[in-house]
C-alpha cells in the first residue's frame, strides 16, 4: 500500500460526515451501547468495563464520538482523537447536548502526541482498528497505555473482506481474494459505493503483531449479524452476516 491513504480517509469522512449525524443521534443517546454495523448489544458483549470510574480512557478514531460518551457515562475520563473535522464537529455538538466532558482532538491516531502511558483502557470501533496500518495504530496504542492497560478494537472480520467482489459489490459465498498476505483493500476506485482504504490481516498475522508489540490476547469474539436483521449493511447483506462472521473484536492486554 502506497498511496496516501491518510489524505484519502481524510477527506472522505469530511465529505460524508452528515451522512452520519442521525445514526449519531441514535448511538449517543442508547442506555446500553450497541456495537458494529448490525448493533449488537454489549449486554451480550461487554466491550467496556461497566464501571469506568477513575479510568483515564481514549478513543482512536472517534468519528462522531458516542463510544467516547458511553465511557465518559461510566465514570472515565475521556480523551477522543479522530482525522476528520467535520465528523468532530458532530462529535462536540453531541458532547455539549449530552452534557459530556470529553477532550477532543483533531490528528492522526498513529501519531497521537500524546504522553506515554498516560490511559489505563482505549477502544476502537471502525475507526484507527480499520482506517490505520496496524503496525503503526497498535503501536501507538501499546504507548499510550499504562502497564497492565486494556486496549479492545473492533473491525471488519478477514472472512467479510475476502468474501467480496472486487468492484465492492455486496459480499456473497465466493472467496475474491486471496487470505494469504492480506493487508487490506482500497476502495476508492470501485464501482459500487466508493470508499476509502481500509486495512487488514489474517488472524495468526494479527497475533504475531500482538505478539511483537508487547500485548497478550485475553479474548477473541466474532460477531454475527442478529436473527431479526434484514437488507444490507456495508456491503454485507443481513443473510451472509448471520452465516459467517462480519466483525472480530479483540481484548488485548499490556504486558506489565
Given at each position: 500500500?502506497?498511496?496516501?491513504?491518510?489524505?484519502?480517509?481524510?477527506?472522505?469522512?469530511?465529505?460524508?460526515?452528515?451522512?452520519?449525524?442521525?445514526?449519531?443521534?441514535?448511538?449517543?443517546?442508547?442506555?446500553?451501547?450497541?456495537?458494529?454495523?448490525?448493533?449488537?448489544?454489549?449486554?451480550?458483549?461487554?466491550?467496556?468495563?461497566?464501571?469506568?470510574?477513575?479510568m483515564d480512557a481514549i478513543e482512536?478514531?472517534?468519528?462522531?464520538?458516542?463510544?467516547?460518551?458511553?465511557?465518559?457515562?461510566?465514570?472515565?475520563?475521556?480523551?477522543?482523537?479522530?482525522?476528520?473535522?467535520?465528523?468532530?464537529?458532530?462529535?462536540?455538538?453531541?458532547?455539549?447536548?449530552?452534557?459530556?466532558?470529553?477532550?477532543?482532538?483533531?490528528?492522526n491516531a498513529e501519531?497521537?502526541?500524546?504522553?506515554?502511558?498516560?490511559?489505563?483502557?482505549?477502544?476502537?470501533?471502525?475507526?484507527?482498528?480499520?482506517?490505520?496500518?496496524?503496525?503503526?495504530?497498535?503501536?501507538?496504542?501499546?504507548?499510550?497505555?499504562?502497564?497492565?492497560?486494556?486496549?479492545?478494537?473492533?473491525?471488519?472480520?478477514?472472512?467479510?473482506?475476502?468474501?467480496?467482489?472486487?468492484?465492492?459489490?455486496?459480499?456473497?459465498?465466493?472467496?475474491?481474494?486471496?487470505?494469504?498476505?492480506?493487508?487490506?483493500?482500497?476502495?476508492?476506485?470501485?464501482?459500487?459505493?466508493?470508499?476509502?482504504?481500509?486495512?487488514?490481516?489474517?488472524?495468526?498475522?494479527?497475533?504475531?503483531?500482538?505478539?511483537?508489540?508487547?500485548?497478550?490476547?485475553?479474548?477473541?469474539?466474532?460477531?454475527?449479524?442478529?436473527?431479526?436483521?434484514?437488507?444490507?449493511?456495508?456491503?454485507?447483506?443481513?443473510?451472509?452476516?448471520?452465516?459467517?462472521?462480519?466483525?472480530?473484536?479483540?481484548?488485548?492486554?499490556?504486558?506489565?
Open positions: 500500500m502506497t498511496r496516501d491513504y491518510l489524505s484519502i480517509n481524510k477527506d472522505i469522512w469530511n465529505a460524508d460526515a452528515t451522512n452520519w449525524v442521525e445514526f449519531a443521534k441514535s448511538r449517543w443517546s442508547l442506555e446500553v451501547p450497541a456495537w458494529g454495523n448490525w448493533g449488537n448489544s454489549d449486554a451480550g458483549l461487554q466491550l467496556l468495563p461497566m464501571d469506568m470510574t477513575d482512536l478514531g472517534c468519528g462522531t464520538g458516542y463510544v467516547a460518551g458511553w465511557m465518559n457515562r461510566r465514570g472515565a475520563r475521556v480523551t477522543a482523537i479522530d482525522l476528520s473535522a467535520e465528523q468532530l464537529s458532530t462529535a462536540r455538538q453531541m458532547s455539549e447536548k449530552h452534557g459530556a466532558d470529553i477532550t477532543f482532538i483533531e490528528g501519531q497521537t502526541g500524546l504522553p506515554d502511558a498516560s490511559f489505563d483502557f482505549a477502544i476502537s470501533e471502525y475507526g484507527a482498528s480499520i482506517w490505520c496500518p496496524p503496525d503503526k495504530w497498535l503501536r501507538e496504542a501499546w504507548r499510550l497505555l499504562r502497564p497492565g492497560g486494556r486496549l479492545v478494537f473492533l473491525g471488519n472480520h478477514p472472512l467479510s473482506l475476502i468474501c467480496s467482489p472486487l468492484d465492492g459489490a455486496p459480499a456473497d459465498r465466493t472467496l475474491h481474494r486471496p487470505y494469504r498476505e492480506m493487508w487490506g483493500a482500497d476502495w476508492t476506485e470501485v464501482e459500487y459505493e466508493p470508499t476509502g482504504v481500509c486495512f487488514n490481516l489474517t488472524i495468526s498475522s494479527w497475533i504475531d503483531l500482538f505478539t511483537d508489540i508487547g500485548f497478550a490476547v485475553s479474548k477473541y469474539q466474532e460477531l454475527y449479524a442478529p436473527e431479526s436483521a434484514m437488507g444490507t449493511r456495508a456491503a454485507i447483506p443481513a443473510d451472509w452476516a448471520k452465516s459467517y462472521p462480519v466483525e472480530q473484536v479483540w481484548h488485548l492486554l499490556k504486558h506489565e
